[in-house]
């Protein structure tokens, strides 16, 4: 497969190699553009913007999202990102004395300190479930999960895509496994929009986020959340606002309440539908071309750099995405004044070149995850890889 560059499109500066998509995506030009005049706009009379105008602009663009992941949209709000998200479910959850919770050790470290916090102040004891890496099989992940369910389970916390092993975990086994016992499953799915082909309709699962600023392309602090209908009316958003609970049907109660969150910029949700468009038509082959060529891409990336390297093997490709994550064989070595691996510091500042160095939590292991997004081509792997010949050498 030849992998055509779109670089163009993007704003990555000159002569620097961008290869941590994952982390906190990247804007198109137009995009960006598009945004400056909606913030132009809200400028040049506000309440304007915030009364008359905004509103429309938020109905169309959550429209095409929801359209894009086949979620109903009475059951889908815009959010600012996974995290927040991830606190407004843990809040939610009609927690009793004795419930439990079943995650796993491989969610996001905001969303497990998020857990730790509401589950302990709730009294909710969590069951961690181990998942090696790699993880070779679903089967194993959905058995290892499932051990650990009982009649106390209240909720099952999984990933969608795991960020530091950046493995595609089988939702789809464990949603309907949970749903045949009653218990309720919450998806962190902040990679998986534009990533994999995702139909929350299809899914079904109680409470679903996914960040569109990561594998959609869209501004940063754009997400949404799905929330299935039966649970409306327990539902608190982070931050509680003017209209919370506002409403005669739990529909308009669960709109009301997430819709507004305070005075802020709310340009970057206003262009998740167009981001959507945009790139359905920029990209040959729209969205399922872009799915397609970054997967492959990545593993190209994978496969060059084990190759160079030599790597021990990574997931399986079946349950990689567009981030790939390999161990480097050797121990994290912080610097103390940003917290970052040293190496990650040395491929910036020397070879220019943006990848994500850290840890397999909870050990010391260090791992490079890296990224295929549509600016990146198998040279950059190429050149991370020399780089990191050198520098480990
Ligand atoms: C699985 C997962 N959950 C949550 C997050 C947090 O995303 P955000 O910082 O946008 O809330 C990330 C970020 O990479 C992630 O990978």
């Known amino acids: 497969m030849t992998f055509r560059d779109y670089s163009d499109l993007f704003m990555i500066e000159k ?89 796993t050790n491989l969610i996001y470290a905001s969303c497990r300190k998020a857990l730790d916090h509401i589950t302990s102040q709730k009294g909710v004891k969590v069951h961690k479930v181990e998942i090696p890496f790699p993880a070779n099989d679903n089967t194993t992940i959905f058995n290892k999960v499932m051990e650990k369910v009982n009649e106390r389970t209240k909720l099952i916390f999984i990933d969608h895509i795991t960020s530091e092993t950046a493995t595609i975990m089988p939702v789809e086994m464990i949603i309907e496994a949970a749903s045949k016992r009653g218990i309720e499953v919450f998806v962190d799915g902040a990679h998986a929009p534009g990533m994999i082909p995702l139909d929350i309709s299809k899914l079904k699962p109680d409470y679903y986020t996914g960040n569109c600023h990561k594998w959609l392309y869209t501004p940063k602090g754009s997400a949404f959340l799905y929330v299935n209908p039966q649970k409306f009316d327990q539902m608190v958003p982070t931050v509680i606002s003017n209209h919370y609970n506002d409403g005669k049907t739990p529909a308009q109660r669960f709109r009301n309440s997430f819709d507004w969150s305070a ?51 990574t997931v399986p490709d079946q349950m990689t995405g567009s ?71």
Request: aromatic share 8%; net charge negative.
């Open 15 to 103: 002569g620097f190699t961008g290869l941590n998509h994952g982390s906190y995506g990247a804007v198109p030009k137009a995009i960006m553009e598009y945004q400056y005049s909606l913030m132009n706009r809200m400028e040049s009379l506000t309440t304007r913007f915030f009364t008359r105008e905004l509103p429309h602009l938020l109905e169309e663009s959550l429209e095409t999202l929801c359209n894009f992941i086949n979620s109903p949209y009475e059951s889908t709000v815009f959010i600012k990102n996974a995290t927040t998200a991830a606190n407004a479910v843990l809040k939610s959850v009609n927690f009793a004395n004795n419930d439990e919770v079943v995650t």
């Open 263 to 313: 005075t802020m910029d709310y340009s970057g949700y206003a262009c998740v539908g167009k981001t959507i468009e945009y790139l359905e038509k920029e990209v040959e082959g729209g969205w399922k071309e872009i799915r397609k060529r970054n997967h492959a891409l990545a593993l190209k990336g994978r496969d060059i750099l084990t190759d160079m390297l030599n790597l021990s093997p």
């Open 323 to 393: 981030i790939v994550t390999m161990k480097l064989g050797s121990k994290s070595l912080k610097d103390p004044k940003t917290g970052l691996d040293i190496v990650q510091i040395e491929l910036l500042d020397k070879y220019k070149i943006e990848a994500l160095i850290t840890t397999l939590y909870p050990t010391d292991e260090r791992i490079i995850r890296i990224s295929a997004a549509l600016y990146n081509n198998e040279e950059g792997y190429v050149k991370l890889g020399k780089a990191l010949k050198e520098i480990v050498e």
